[in-house]
Nanobody, 124 residues
C-alpha cells in the first residue's frame, strides 16, 4: 500500500502559478503509475496529467503547455507545476497512484490510491 499527501494549493489571480506536491510513503520500493486529477463543483473528475513509470508525462488538452508534471525520486514526491492559471483551473486537485492493465487489448490505468486533495482557486 502507498499513502499520498498533497500540498501546495492556494488562491492566486489569473495568470499566476502554483506548484502542487504529492508526497508518497509506504510501499515506495516499487514503481506506480501516477496521475493528477481535478474536480470542480458540479463537474466530472478530469485527469490533467499522467506520470508513467518510465518517467514520461502526458497531459490533458486543457492544460498542455501550461502544466508540467515531474517527480523527485529521492524524495518520493510527485509535482505539478501550474503556470498561466485561469479561473477554469479552479478545482480540488488530487494525486493518485496505481497500475496499468490490459483491458480488451488496450492499456488502461487503474488508480487504487488517492490523496486527500488540495484546493486551487484562481480569481479573475
Amino acid at each position: 500500500q502507498v499513502q499520498l499527501v498533497e500540498s501546495g494549493g492556494g488562491s492566486v489571480p489569473a495568470g499566476g502559478s502554483l506548484r502542487l506536491s504529492c508526497e508518497t510513503s509506504g510501499d515506495t520500493y516499487r514503481s506506480y503509475y501516477m496521475a493528477w486529477f481535478r474536480q470542480a463543483p458540479g463537474k466530472q473528475r478530469e485527469r490533467v496529467a499522467r506520470f508513467d513509470t518510465d518517467g514520461s508525462a502526458s497531459y490533458a488538452d486543457s492544460v498542455r503547455g501550461r502544466f508540467t508534471c515531474s517527480k523527485d525520486y529521492t524524495k518520493n514526491t510527485l509535482y505539478l507545476q501550474m503556470n498561466s492559471l485561469q479561473p477554469d483551473d479552479t478545482a480540488m486537485y488530487y494525486c493518485a497512484a496505481g497500475d496499468r492493465v490490459v483491458d480488451g487489448g488496450t492499456w488502461t490505468y487503474e488508480y487504487d490510491y488517492w490523496g486527500q486533495g488540495t484546493q486551487v482557486t484562481v480569481s479573475s
